[in-house]
């Protein structure tokens, strides 16, 4: 009598806890009937040695290597497995056989979970299942057309190494494992999503992190139960310490060698399939404002481009604030001929001082958000319009007065100057709770918006690193790295406010 | 509800704001405030308000206003009179169609007969305002009235407008500490410290065929207690400066008691430093007066080698000789002429000798132009110059 197989509805809802079972024709038909309506997965069915038992081969089109299964995988199998005649054998051994002798390729698992076998499928592996045998092979097979490392088009530097991370995870751990060549060098894996599935790692030199960070990202990295991850920038909602801080606490690049650099400094680097941005944690404010490059060109020039930075950033956050404040509260705070100019230019202008400043604000930051996301032959026509409407036009009508725009296009330029976008972006924004302040209650409320600022970052955390260190807590030998950097041979420590376990980075070799 | 009471706390903080809120250029800047007196003991006010949009004309189109070619003065005279200077101040706003601003005012111009009536009263107001620079130069004004002042033609000058033109006057006697400026701060701390009078700058309008041509520098106002009682020339100026350590840079040229007669020496006085001591000697009371000079020579007529330092020293000793004949001329004006203790030797006396001060401090109008004093004056010649020898013409 034919094998009762089982129901698609008990398959369906309970496929993650069935195993194998010894008929491939019922194993075939529980694959088929969780995959139904798949035409990318292909179902090979072949006969093995002369006693031809049956098998199947099931693997997804387009994620695998075709050449490999034909090579290493079909070809030993169906012409190889011939010179088994003379041997008696059970399915059993059949199988251990060509696990054993036949498949020549790099990598095979042996599982019998039904759930566990389908997640590998739907990754990319090659499944060979054998009639009698309650086990199945996985063969990785793995290869897909994505995109080539290629130049960064975010971070790009002067001087430095130039290859970025691609969407491929394996290909990125490559990357950093190509960078740190010791045992300690930890990549562990875990999936997230319940229908992605993505493949996320967490990369960290055992003897350098500091334990209790890394229990902390994997503790917070398995509570996250969402259906899907497509971008590192889910997962970074998800772990971050404050979720309602406009401030990024967790710290992210495109650049194999900031990531290393990172790591050997004892930081937690999260690397999610799909996306070419790691993530840093245990992340501090003032490493947005360092540039990688600041460590590959020579430290008097990098020390005097981080003081530009700064400059930069409280520009970005503060200039136009400041110049409605003078211009409508403090007037006797401007240098007198400057003033009688600034008025002068007013003169006719029929907004006050913080309307004109939100107008042209908003203005820039449409023209900005419109060139980000236009296509490229669009884009140059905006620029034109931009800067002819804003520069020229609304000046010549009347509407804003040339210091304004002089402000506008100071505060644009500096907020470029910041190198991690993501606290640029977050100026951008708090640059306008300044603004009304400032247009409402002058230097006051800029003081008292700039305070609560303050307190806000001192209160921050990143994974127990607190958000301000080292400026606050202060650890002055630190500080050698912050407003200025000290040369590599001088950095004998490394940073202890991310970890305090193996704190030497090089020997003292200056007696 | 706890989202409500954030935005109404906001709110209120928020709209609270805007209260003293103006704009730039709604601002009637005033640079140059002259205090004169008016008609029946009322006090005239003249200020001098700029236009900006005429002054700032070198960006081309200045804003709204098309610029162009500025035709006419950047500034606008305004006069009022009020019984005190806040009713002066009320009748001066309601002639303005904005707001005054004062404090870009640098310069506070006195009339010479206002000055000579007492300035007690700006004092006070100027000082209970917050928008008055406590940095502002009080200036004495001599020779014409403020309006002239004010309304100089300004194809005479190098600044665009007579204030400008004052106040770089004002900062260019650093280089020849012919006229002492004190500033509002200054003047009224001077005026705190009993007895002690006050000097300002005198600034004289030059005048050709009545008509006011210019302005010129010349010595220093000296007050008792808020009023104006005379003049000093520029000579005994720079003595004043030197007793009070303010001399800065100045100017001095030899004419007697040289090697050929009619031949001047002049040296550029760099440093000076001053100590004065009291001296006690049962009523009498006297003061040494220490005087050390540097200098470097600018100039010589008189054909000294100076690589022979036996001729260095006898130019010292000329140098010293004037220098205490200078100071002495000084001190004779100030003590017999105008009785005013510009220096503040009772000053001095109160911080070296308290017990006395005690005694005499009231009766130190009469005590003190009986006063003797010792000045001794050690100078030294620091350069002379890159020539070492002079020339000699064969």
Same mark, same amino acid.
């Given at each position: 009598m034919p094998h009762k197989l089982p129901d698609p509805q008990y398959v369906k809802e309970n496929y993650q806890y069935m195993t194998l079972s010894k008929k491939l024709e019922e194993n075939i038909y529980i694959f088929q009937v969780l995959l139904k309506g798949n035409n990318d997965i292909v179902f090979r069915q072949i006969s093995i040695g002369d006693k031809k038992v049956k098998a199947f081969l099931v693997y997804v089109d387009g994620m695998v290597d075709k050449l490999l299964i034909t090579r290493n995988i079909l070809e030993p199998i169906m012409i190889e497995t011939r010179k088994l005649n003379k041997i008696i054998y059970t399915n059993d051994q059949l199988f251990n056989y060509i696990n054993e002798y036949f498949i020549t390729t790099s990598e095979v698992n042996v599982k019998d979970k039904i759930g566990d076998i389908i997640d590998d499928l739907l990754s990319g592996e090659t499944i060979l299942l054998i009639d009698g045998v309650e086990k199945a092979l996985i063969i990785s097979t793995k290869?897909?057309?994505?995109?080539?490392?290629?130049?960064?088009?975010?971070?790009?530097?002067?001087r430095g190494p130039k290859e970025s991370f691609v969407e491929t995870l394996r290909i990125n751990t490559s990357m950093l494992r190509r960078r740190i060549k010791h045992p300690d060098f930890v990549i562990e894996n875990i999936k997230i999503g319940k229908y992605s599935k993505t493949d996320v790692s967490i990369a960290y030199v055992k003897s350098i992190a500091d334990d209790t960070v890394v229990q902390e990202v994997k503790k917070r990295l398995k509570k996250v139960q969402i259906d899907g991850v497509i971008d590192s920038g889910y997962l970074e909602e998800f772990i971050e310490d404050n979720p309602f801080s406009p401030f990024p606490q967790i710290a992210h690049s495109e650049k194999p060698d900031k990531v290393t650099a990172e790591i050997l400094e004892g930081k937690v680097a999260i690397l999610v399939d799909g996306s070419p941005f790691v993530?840093?944690?245990?992340?501090?404010?003032?490493?947005?404002?360092?540039?990688?490059?600041?460590?590959?060109?020579?430290?008097?020039?990098?020390?005097?481009?981080?003081?530009?930075?700064?400059?930069?950033?409280?520009?970005?956050?503060?200039?136009?604030?400041i110049y409605i404040a003078e211009t409508t509260f403090h007037q006797e705070m401007i240098p007198t001929q400057l003033a009688i100019s600034i008025a002068a230019q007013r003169e006719g202008v029929p907004f006050p001082a913080l309307l004109e400043a939100l107008f042209m604000e908003i203005t820039f930051e449409i023209l900005r958000e419109a060139g980000i996301r236009l296509p490229m032959q669009v884009g140059q026509a905006v620029s034109i319009v931009g800067g002819l409407v804003v520069g020229q036009a609304a000046v010549?009508?009347?509407l804003v007065s040339p210091a304004m725009v002089i402000v506008v296009a100071m505060t644009g330029i500096a907020s470029f100057s910041i190198p991690a976008y993501n606290v640029a972006i977050t100026f951008r924004l708090l640059r306008f709770i300044i603004m009304i302040a400032a247009g409402t209650l002058g230097f006051f409320g800029i003081i008292m918006v700039v305070m609560m600022i303050l307190a806000h970052m001192a209160s921050l955390e990143s994974f127990g690193v607190p958000y301000l260190s080292p400026l606050t807590p202060s650890r002055t030998q630190e500080l050698s790295d912050v407003l200025i950097r000290i040369p590599w041979w001088a950095k004998i420590l490394r940073p202890r406010t991310v970890q305090r376990k193996n704190i030497m980075r090089q020997e003292d070799t200056r007696g | 509800m706890k989202r409500l009471v954030i935005l109404i706390l906001v709110g209120a903080i928020l709209l609270t704001g805007c209260w003293d809120k103006r704009e730039i250029n709604q601002l009637a800047f005033v640079q140059g405030l002259g205090i004169e007196k008016g008609k029946d003991d009322m006090i005239h006010l003249i200020v001098q308000i700029l236009k900006p949009g005429l002054l700032a004309t070198g960006g081309g189109g200045a804003g709204g206003t098309g610029g162009g070619s500025a035709v006419g003065k950047p500034y606008a005279v305004f006069q009022a009179s009020g019984v005190d200077f806040a009713k002066a101040f009320s009748n001066l706003n309601d002639e303005l169609p904005r707001s005054l601003f004062l404090q870009y005012n640098e310069i506070i111009f006195l009339d010479e007969k206002f000055a000579r009536s007492g300035i007690y009263k700006t004092l006070d107001f100027m000082t209970r305002n917050p928008e008055f620079r406590r940095t502002a130069y009080i200036l004495v004004v001599t020779g014409g009235n403020l309006q002239e002042l004010f309304d100089l033609p300004s194809n005479e000058q190098l600044e665009r407008y007579p204030y400008r033109e004052v106040l770089g006057m004002i900062q260019n006697q650093q280089n020849t500490s012919s006229s002492y400026v004190c500033d509002l701060n200054e003047f009224i701390e001077t005026l705190?410290?009993?007895?002690?009078?006050?000097?300002?700058?005198? /600034?004289? @309008?030059?005048?050709k065929d009545g008509k006011a041509i210019g302005l010129r520098m010349v010595g220093s106002a000296v007050f008792n207690n808020d009023k104006l009682v005379g003049f000093l020339e520029e000579q005994d100026t720079k003595a004043v400066m030197t007793l009070k350590n303010k001399l800065k840079r100045s100017t001095l040229t030899l004419d007697k008691g040289l090697k050929s007669e009619k031949a001047h020496i002049s040296f550029v006085v760099t440093k000076a430093h001053t100590d004065i001591i009291p001296k006690v000697k049962g009523k009498d009371i006297s003061f040494d007066i220490k005087v050390n000079i540097e200098t470097h020579m600018n100039e010589q007529e008189s054909k000294y080698d100076l690589t022979e330092p036996k001729n260095l020293e006898k130019?010292? /000793?000329? @140098?010293?000789?004037?220098?205490k004949q200078g100071i002495e001329h000084a001190l004779f004006v100030l003590q017999k002429k105008y009785n005013a203790d510009v220096v503040g030797f009772i000053n001095i006396l109160h911080q070296r000798n308290p017990k006395l001060w005690k005694e005499v401090e009231k009766d130190w109008d009469k005590i003190y132009p009986e006063v003797k004093f010792n000045v001794t004056v050690k100078s030294i010649v620091r350069r002379t110059g890159l020539t070492s020898k002079p020339i000699y013409p064969r």
């Amino acid at each position: 009598m034919p094998h009762k197989l089982p129901d698609p509805q008990y398959v369906k809802e309970n496929y993650q806890y069935m195993t194998l079972s010894k008929k491939l024709e019922e194993n075939i038909y529980i694959f088929q009937v969780l995959l139904k309506g798949n035409n990318d997965i292909v179902f090979r069915q072949i006969s093995i040695g002369d006693k031809k038992v049956k098998a199947f081969l099931v693997y997804v089109d387009g994620m695998v290597d075709k050449l490999l299964i034909t090579r290493n995988i079909l070809e030993p199998i169906m012409i190889e497995t011939r010179k088994l005649n003379k041997i008696i054998y059970t399915n059993d051994q059949l199988f251990n056989y060509i696990n054993e002798y036949f498949i020549t390729t790099s990598e095979v698992n042996v599982k019998d979970k039904i759930g566990d076998i389908i997640d590998d499928l739907l990754s990319g592996e090659t499944i060979l299942l054998i009639d009698g045998v309650e086990k199945a092979l996985i063969i990785s097979t793995k290869g897909w057309e994505g995109r080539n490392i290629a130049e960064s088009t975010t971070e790009s530097y002067v001087r430095g190494p130039k290859e970025s991370f691609v969407e491929t995870l394996r290909i990125n751990t490559s990357m950093l494992r190509r960078r740190i060549k010791h045992p300690d060098f930890v990549i562990e894996n875990i999936k997230i999503g319940k229908y992605s599935k993505t493949d996320v790692s967490i990369a960290y030199v055992k003897s350098i992190a500091d334990d209790t960070v890394v229990q902390e990202v994997k503790k917070r990295l398995k509570k996250v139960q969402i259906d899907g991850v497509i971008d590192s920038g889910y997962l970074e909602e998800f772990i971050e310490d404050n979720p309602f801080s406009p401030f990024p606490q967790i710290a992210h690049s495109e650049k194999p060698d900031k990531v290393t650099a990172e790591i050997l400094e004892g930081k937690v680097a999260i690397l999610v399939d799909g996306s070419p941005f790691v993530l840093i944690v245990p992340a501090v404010f003032v490493q947005f404002f360092q540039a990688a490059e600041d460590y590959y060109e020579r430290y008097f020039l990098s020390s005097a481009l981080r003081i530009l930075r700064i400059a930069a950033m409280f520009i970005a956050l503060l200039f136009p604030s400041i110049y409605i404040a003078e211009t409508t509260f403090h007037q006797e705070m401007i240098p007198t001929q400057l003033a009688i100019s600034i008025a002068a230019q007013r003169e006719g202008v029929p907004f006050p001082a913080l309307l004109e400043a939100l107008f042209m604000e908003i203005t820039f930051e449409i023209l900005r958000e419109a060139g980000i996301r236009l296509p490229m032959q669009v884009g140059q026509a905006v620029s034109i319009v931009g800067g002819l409407v804003v520069g020229q036009a609304a000046v010549q009508a009347g509407l804003v007065s040339p210091a304004m725009v002089i402000v506008v296009a100071m505060t644009g330029i500096a907020s470029f100057s910041i190198p991690a976008y993501n606290v640029a972006i977050t100026f951008r924004l708090l640059r306008f709770i300044i603004m009304i302040a400032a247009g409402t209650l002058g230097f006051f409320g800029i003081i008292m918006v700039v305070m609560m600022i303050l307190a806000h970052m001192a209160s921050l955390e990143s994974f127990g690193v607190p958000y301000l260190s080292p400026l606050t807590p202060s650890r002055t030998q630190e500080l050698s790295d912050v407003l200025i950097r000290i040369p590599w041979w001088a950095k004998i420590l490394r940073p202890r406010t991310v970890q305090r376990k193996n704190i030497m980075r090089q020997e003292d070799t200056r007696g | 509800m706890k989202r409500l009471v954030i935005l109404i706390l906001v709110g209120a903080i928020l709209l609270t704001g805007c209260w003293d809120k103006r704009e730039i250029n709604q601002l009637a800047f005033v640079q140059g405030l002259g205090i004169e007196k008016g008609k029946d003991d009322m006090i005239h006010l003249i200020v001098q308000i700029l236009k900006p949009g005429l002054l700032a004309t070198g960006g081309g189109g200045a804003g709204g206003t098309g610029g162009g070619s500025a035709v006419g003065k950047p500034y606008a005279v305004f006069q009022a009179s009020g019984v005190d200077f806040a009713k002066a101040f009320s009748n001066l706003n309601d002639e303005l169609p904005r707001s005054l601003f004062l404090q870009y005012n640098e310069i506070i111009f006195l009339d010479e007969k206002f000055a000579r009536s007492g300035i007690y009263k700006t004092l006070d107001f100027m000082t209970r305002n917050p928008e008055f620079r406590r940095t502002a130069y009080i200036l004495v004004v001599t020779g014409g009235n403020l309006q002239e002042l004010f309304d100089l033609p300004s194809n005479e000058q190098l600044e665009r407008y007579p204030y400008r033109e004052v106040l770089g006057m004002i900062q260019n006697q650093q280089n020849t500490s012919s006229s002492y400026v004190c500033d509002l701060n200054e003047f009224i701390e001077t005026l705190e410290i009993p007895k002690k009078a006050p000097i300002t700058g005198r /600034l004289e @309008i030059v005048k050709k065929d009545g008509k006011a041509i210019g302005l010129r520098m010349v010595g220093s106002a000296v007050f008792n207690n808020d009023k104006l009682v005379g003049f000093l020339e520029e000579q005994d100026t720079k003595a004043v400066m030197t007793l009070k350590n303010k001399l800065k840079r100045s100017t001095l040229t030899l004419d007697k008691g040289l090697k050929s007669e009619k031949a001047h020496i002049s040296f550029v006085v760099t440093k000076a430093h001053t100590d004065i001591i009291p001296k006690v000697k049962g009523k009498d009371i006297s003061f040494d007066i220490k005087v050390n000079i540097e200098t470097h020579m600018n100039e010589q007529e008189s054909k000294y080698d100076l690589t022979e330092p036996k001729n260095l020293e006898k130019l010292q /000793l000329l @140098i010293n000789d004037k220098i205490k004949q200078g100071i002495e001329h000084a001190l004779f004006v100030l003590q017999k002429k105008y009785n005013a203790d510009v220096v503040g030797f009772i000053n001095i006396l109160h911080q070296r000798n308290p017990k006395l001060w005690k005694e005499v401090e009231k009766d130190w109008d009469k005590i003190y132009p009986e006063v003797k004093f010792n000045v001794t004056v050690k100078s030294i010649v620091r350069r002379t110059g890159l020539t070492s020898k002079p020339i000699y013409p064969r």
